[in-house]
């Protein structure tokens, strides 16, 4: 049955939620205060890429069942069923979350409630927060106790975002156990297009939801990490680490997804995440039971460092004066997401040693610009590649990894190759008289 549904911040996350809420059959009205996105929205234009995303928004708009506010007001009055999607970035200069915007939703939003309501936060937030945001609900809603705060955690990749919600590995609801309420009734009801599709329903107590996220995210920073320290030992010993990945994702308890070495993991989430549990575990007392995730930090961070060693070694031994295409913005294709990017993080400090580096990305440019000013950006492969002593690939955009060295030859001064996604073929280029490295190969 269709519900009237708001969700709160139109991101990567909630934009998505929206579209997809609606998609499955809901009314829905997507809040923001920032209005420039709130009037993209309206006009049914993505303001960032996710493959597939415009469709069923435009779809959606057209038929009615999405509409888009910058008004609490018009969001309090119009539902009882809130979705929170707002982000908790990384706090700078620190490793812990900053909550600002999902306490500013709950603090603007509860007062106007009036009625019976509940609050589903989806962001990605510390343990104890949604217990937190529960009581500061209750305190400012004139319906008191008849506004609930639960906690459904969101586990959407970028790029596979419309499908990781329509079509989830889980679903996992946490609940206030003190206070029984509406909110599992309620979220079934809402998710009933997508259960029956038999998809597994965990509901459980606030702070295990929370974790359930965080967790979720450590462990698949951790496995990245864990193929890039064997990197780290493949290049030691010149073995490789992408045979080595095949080999022992063969055995099921390990599994060869996530166990691609490379320049390491970014985006909005994993480096954020891990960092922001770190902080967390610390303030609960229990900073032991994460020592480890400084590791699964710094192998990662150690993998762009390299890269750009390597690169320095590729050009001669010096970066001063050479030229380096950088094939790659994003953090990872089919997203312009350039937040903590390790693509503009090692094409940043290549430039900073002295090389001319000359950026391009399908799809990230314009972000890769804002955040990186000062770097050479190319229209296309091709530019970015003219005249360059090396070419890196670190981004693995299919239009890359489809690259064949014909396409290049005659356009660089030297045939050098550095893959940094370990995902185009090193036989083709040496074949073709190219100097071709990897990251944990030979
Ligand atoms: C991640 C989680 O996968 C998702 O469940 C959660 O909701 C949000 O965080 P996302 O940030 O979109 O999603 O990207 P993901 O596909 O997980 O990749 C993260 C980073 O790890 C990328 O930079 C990617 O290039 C890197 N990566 C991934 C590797 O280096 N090797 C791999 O084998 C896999």
Redesign the pocket.
């Known amino acids: 049955m269709s519900k009237r549904v708001t969700v709160f911040g139109t991101g990567y996350l909630g934009a998505t939620h929206a579209a997809c809420m609606a998609e499955i059959g809901h009314e829905v009205l997507g809040v923001d205060i920032d209005a420039a996105k709130i009037a993209k929205l309206e006009a049914g234009e993505v303001p960032f890429y996710e493959p597939g995303l415009d469709e069923v928004l435009k779809r959606n708009i057209e038929a009615g069942r999405l509409r888009f506010t910058t008004s609490y007001e018009e969001a309090a009055a119009w539902g009882d069923i809130h979705f929170l999607g707002v982000g908790t970035p990384q706090r700078r200069g620190e490793y812990a979350a900053d909550l600002r915007f999902v306490n500013s939703v709950v603090e603007k939003l509860a007062p106007l409630v009036t009625k019976p309501a509940v609050i589903f936060g989806k962001s990605?937030v510390p343990v104890g927060t949604a217990a937190n945001l529960g009581e500061l609900a209750r305190e400012l809603s004139p319906a008191g106790e008849g506004l609930e705060v639960a906690w459904n955690p969101?586990?959407?990749?970028?790029?596979?975002?419309v499908e990781?919600t329509l079509r989830p590995d889980r679903l996992v609801l946490g609940v206030d156990r003190d206070r029984p309420g509406r909110a599992e009734e309620v979220l079934r009801e809402i998710y009933a297009p997508i259960l029956e599709l038999g998809m597994p329903f965990i509901v459980t107590d606030l702070a295990t939801a929370e974790l359930v996220?965080v967790a979720?995210?450590s462990f698949?920073?951790t496995?990245?990490s864990f193929?890039?320290a064997m990197a780290e030992l493949c290049e030691a010993a010149g073995a490789d680490v992408t045979v080595l990945a095949d080999a022992i994702g063969h055995d099921k308890r390990i599994g060869r997804?996530?166990?691609?070495?490379?320049?390491?993991?970014?985006?909005?989430?994993?480096p954020k995440?891990i960092r922001a549990f770190m902080a967390r575990a610390g303030e609960l007392g229990a900073e032991h039971a994460l020592t480890f995730l400084r590791e699964v930090d710094n192998i990662n961070m150690r993998r762009r460092t390299r890269m750009v060693e390597i690169s320095r070694e590729l050009v001669g031994g010096s970066l001063l004066g050479s030229r380096v295409a950088v094939l790659g913005a994003a953090?990872?294709p089919d997203?312009d997401?350039v937040r903590d990017?390790?693509a503009l993080n090692v094409a940043g400090q290549l430039q900073l040693q002295g090389a001319t580096v000359n950026v391009f990305d399908p799809k990230a440019m314009e972000n890769a610009r804002r955040e990186f000013p000062t770097l050479g950006y190319s229209a296309s492969t091709e530019e970015a590649c003219q005249g360059a002593d090396l070419v890196l690939v670190v981004?693995?955009w299919k239009q890359f990894r489809e690259l064949v060295p014909a396409d290049l030859n005659k356009i660089v001064r030297r045939k050098r190759i550095f893959d940094g996604?370990n995902c185009i073929d090193p036989q083709v280029w040496r074949a073709a008289g190219w100097t071709y490295r990897g990251l944990g190969r030979p």
């Open positions: 990605t969101e586990f959407l990749r970028e790029g596979f975002a990781d996220k979720a995210n698949l920073a496995k990245i193929i890039n997804k996530f166990l691609n070495a490379g320049v390491g993991f970014g985006g909005g989430c994993l995440d953090f990872k997203s997401d990017s390790p981004t693995e996604r």
